[in-house]
């Protein structure tokens, strides 16, 4: 079955430094994978997303992505943090069928002035 | 330009009490879910539907049932509510899934369960 893991509970970083959010995957096939965020005391909304393509993927608010299939890695990156992006970083992968997505534990950001 | 919608928003339950959530979708979505998201757990799925009058079970369904009697509406009932069913509910939608797999999740604004 398809899973994603998020082996960082908290990420430390300061404003105007890059930032790095890490996801592993693990699937039989062709993977495709999300990165969603949360806000306190919202729903979660879609960053973005690797189908197939380019390995580099670019999203919402200056974010993007690496897909990188020797490490099954879809690690989500930002050039210049800012203390707004600090929220809850999801990373997800469809399921057999593509009926159901399977997200990982979440990875709390936190961007300090 | 509603979304996703999820009522009530918070609720206050007392254990062996029973109650229902309500998801509307105004998108035309085939497919429907509800999560409930729990702290160090990430959003674990409860159950989904990917039409109007089906359901299936995610995995975490025990202690849940629902129901997609309308395409826009899904529910969550709680027969007997139990304290390790406090958390937060969320329903989300998406159009039908297909081999690109390249559909996006709508999801509501969650609702806050606490069962004392």
């Known amino acids: 079955a398809q899973s994603v893991a998020q082996p960082e509970d908290q990420v430390n970083v300061a404003e105007g430094n890059p930032l790095t959010v890490k996801c592993t995957y693990s699937?039989?096939?062709?993977?495709?994978l999300f990165w969603y965020v949360q806000y306190p005391n919202r729903g979660l909304q879609f960053l973005l997303k690797?189908?197939?393509?380019?390995?580099l993927v670019k999203g919402s608010y200056g974010f993007e992505a690496e897909f990188n299939k020797s490490q099954t890695s879809f690690h989500l990156k930002k050039p210049s943090a800012l203390v707004s992006d600090s929220a809850l970083y999801f990373c997800?992968?469809?399921?057999?069928?593509?009926?159901?997505?399977?997200f990982g534990t979440g990875t709390r950001l936190l961007v300090s002035p | 330009n509603a979304g996703v919608t999820q009522t009530p928003k918070f609720r206050v339950l007392k254990t062996g009490q029973s109650m229902t959530l309500l998801c509307a979708q105004d998108?035309?979505?085939?497919?429907m879910y509800w999560y409930r998201q729990d702290p160090g757990m990430g959003l674990r799925l409860i159950h989904y539907?990917?039409?109007?009058?089906?359901?299936a079970k995610g995995e975490v369904p025990d202690g849940y049932n629902v129901s997609r009697l309308k395409k826009q509406n899904f529910l969550l009932g709680l027969e007997s509510a139990a304290p390790s069913q406090t958390s937060v509910y969320f329903c989300?939608?998406?159009?039908?899934?297909?081999?690109?797999?390249?559909?996006?999740?709508?999801f509501g604004a969650g609702s806050r369960l606490t069962v004392l």
């Open positions: 690797y189908i197939t393509g380019d390995n």
């Open positions: 997800a992968i469809w399921g057999t069928g593509f009926q159901k997505l399977v």
């Open positions: 539907s990917v039409g109007e009058g089906t359901t």
């Open positions: 989300a939608s998406s159009n039908r899934g297909g081999r690109t797999g390249a559909n996006v999740l709508t």
């Open positions: 998108m035309n979505h085939e497919y």
């Open positions: 699937v039989s096939g062709n993977p495709y």
